[in-house]
């Protein structure tokens, strides 16, 4: 059996706040179905250096000054201490375990700066190396000149890279004049049965996300102000759920439709029971994302049976044109996105039944895990 050795920035700790962890609960299904057909050991950053073991998964923890690491901006001076310590930290670990543990192959999630780690000790202990790119590795970090290279650097000296989504793969394989292999990132709901979907209004409509302008959920907000009456009627109710530095935003606006008489619902962060419900509860879910690649929320959507109302970002043009699974807004902005709430309510769920289907069958974590695996 195989031994691969992963490093990752996103893998969840039990003593960060509910909802804080989503980010990796996908990880964490990713790295157990794997670990059903490969030994794994995991490295990974922890408020307490720390060894774990849980369903028979090897945990080792680092310590380090701040979590979550997507916190730490490199182009913010305050930072630099903490990065520094964070990147020392990271790779005293390990090289601790690679030379322990002896793997054959290093998985990085995501290519910075676990990418850096694994090149390191790949080039030193004679360890192969692949990683696992997300938007922020290419569309944030890549943008600076200094870790551009070192981002090159660890893409090329990759046996494999993949990324998340189609476009950000293209991107992957610019920066590294190398191949990238799309691998979607999804997360296992605990899915019991396959919902009904619904034949006519007033129908249920749901957001789940990051309360930040990326995700669009001040766009939502304001597109709402567009419907009028009669689209009002085929709303049930809105649920809008999440947190973020758009808070104070998020509830001045909802406050005002709600003074209006309009069926809107605040809440925080969910965990992996609570979203499902709330999908399973929801005939349309809300996406008014202004940058995404393809988010783990869309894999959710296909496992729950949730037709969505998309912008058009990302690799979502693509996916919606392959099935029919939602509506797509015309353009990124609040008067389109009321546009599509508007059709979506004139027409039944039921009728993307079919593409639902057979889009969830590509987005899995089994599907991912055989992926790579294969190569």
Known sequence: MKHITIIS???????LKKGQEAAGTFVYDF??????????????????????????????YFSVPSLPLSLLKPTNPTHWFNIIKT????????????VQEKPDHIFALWALPSGYWAKKAGEKYNTPYSSWALGSDIWSLGKIPIVRSVLKSVLRGC?????????????????????????????????????????????????????HS?????????????????DWVKISEIQICGGGPLEELVHEEVEKLQNKGLPLTLRGYLNREEATELLLWADY????????????????????????????IGDL???????????????????????????????????????????????????????????
């Open 9 to 15: 920035t996103s893998f969840p700790d039990a003593s």
């Open 31 to 60: 790295v157990y179905e794997l670990s059903q057909h490969a030994k794994v050991t995991i490295i990974a950053p922890g408020s307490q250096s720390k060894s774990q073991e849980i369903d028979k998964l090897k945990i080792q």
């Open 87 to 98: 990147l020392k930290a990271g790779q005293n670990m390990v090289n601790k375990i690679v």
């Open 159 to 211: 046996k494999h890279r993949f990324a998340d989504g189609y476009i950000l793969a293209n991107n992957v394989a610019k920066i590294s004049e190398r191949d990238c292999t799309f691998l979607p990132s999804s997360r296992k709901l605990p899915v019991r049965t396959v919902k009904k979907l619904a034949t006519h209004p007033p129908y249920k409509l749901a957001f789940l996300g990051r309360w």
């Open 214 to 230: 990326h995700k669009g959920v001040d766009l939502l907000l304001e597109s709402l102000t567009y419907l009028e009456k009669e």
């Open 285 to 312: 879910l809300l996406l008014p994302s202004r940058i995404e690649s393809i988010p783990v929320i869309f894999s959710d959507a296909m496992q729950a049976n949730c037709p969505l109302i998309s912008t058009p």
């Open 317 to 375: 043009p693509r996916l919606l044109a392959e099935e029919k699974v939602g509506l797509l807004a015309g353009k990124i902005t609040s008067q389109a996105y009321a546009g599509a709430i508007k059709k979506a309510l004139k027409q039944k769920p039921i009728n993307y039944d079919a593409g639902l289907a057979n889009m969830r069958q590509n987005f899995s974590v089994e599907v991912a895990v055989r992926q790579f695996l294969a190569l």
